[in-house]
């Protein structure tokens, strides 16, 4: 039997903090304890977040910690042709549908309701648009992102995430479609992962369904609080793994912090 593939899978739009730290620590420890495999992976298909020196400080932050992966490191953006063929593959089969709404326009036409990333359920206005428009309209050169058809899916995750958007605008990609992608690419059976992207794991099952590929074991761990009790987030400005390094703390005061002494 092959081993067991884990992953660690930052995307590059801030300093890692201790959070990240701790998600990396176990999953290493896992395929360590598993006999098994551990690769890094660069998640920066959102170009207008990503910046080269938080993906350099990604493989500087990790090794301080004493990690070690395998190389060479997936890194996403090098990979939109394999994401655009899922794509071409999920509207070949009806499961994805061209959506042309402006923002504005989605708002306007929103359900009750907003899915985990906070985006309001989609009306469905360009689901309803005969196939030979749609290919047309793209062919025009018209802007669009890819939406999932939920209603043909007849999946649970409907009701969580209406049809949620699977590549953005001109992005030809999302963190969904590329995620997914990748697990079953690199072989990965073993997807360990903060609570924070528990309710995505359904939508990650459906897209494995309808693109026939195997779903991992799926694994939430608990995120980590800060001193007020709130989750350490880059948005939230908390303190990064290089400014602790900065300030003199040591790698292995981390490490025994986070329970890997
Ligand atoms: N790239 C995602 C993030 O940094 C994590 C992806 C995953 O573990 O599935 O939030």
């Given amino acids: 039997m092959s081993p067991p593939v884990f992953r660690f899978a930052p995307s590059p739009n801030g300093y890692l903090h201790l959070g990240h730290a701790y998600s990396a620590l176990l999953n290493a420890r896992m395929a360590d304890e598993a006999g098994g495999r551990f690769l890094l992976r660069i998640e920066d298909t959102d170009r207008t977040r990503s910046r080269p020196e938080f993906v350099q400080q990604i493989f500087v932050d990790l090794a301080w910690l004493g990690l070690r992966w395998e190389e060479p490191v997936r890194i996403q953006s090098e990979h939109f042709a394999d ?8 509207w070949a089969a009806g499961a994805i549908y061209p959506c042309f709404c402006s923002r504005k326009q ?20 360009c689901r309803q648009l005969p196939r030979a428009e749609a290919e047309e309209r793209m062919r025009r050169g018209e802007i669009h992102g890819w939406r999932l058809d939920m209603a ?26 590329a995620v997914v992608t990748d697990d079953a690419l690199q072989g990965v059976t073993h997807v360990v992962r903060g609570k924070d992207l528990e309710a995505a794991t359904p939508l990650h099952m459906l897209l494995q369904r309808l693109l026939g590929l195997p779903s991992p074991f799926y694994r939430h ?4 609080l800060d001193e007020r009790g709130e989750k350490l987030s880059k948005s939230a400005g908390s303190t990064s793994l290089r400014e602790l390094r900065e300030s003199g703390v040591t790698s292995d005061v981390v490490r025994r912090r986070l329970g890997f002494a």
């Fill in 83 to 90: 994401y655009r063929a899922r794509l071409d593959r999920l």
């Fill in 106 to 125: 989605v708002l306007a036409e929103a359900r009750a309701g907003r899915d985990p990333e906070g985006q309001p359920h989609y009306g469905g206005t």
């Fill in 152 to 177: 043909r899916a007849g999946d649970a995750a409907a009701a969580v995430w209406g049809d949620a958007t699977i590549a953005k605008f001109n992005v030809g990609s999302s963190y969904h479609i």
């Fill in 221 to 224: 761990h608990e995120l980590l």
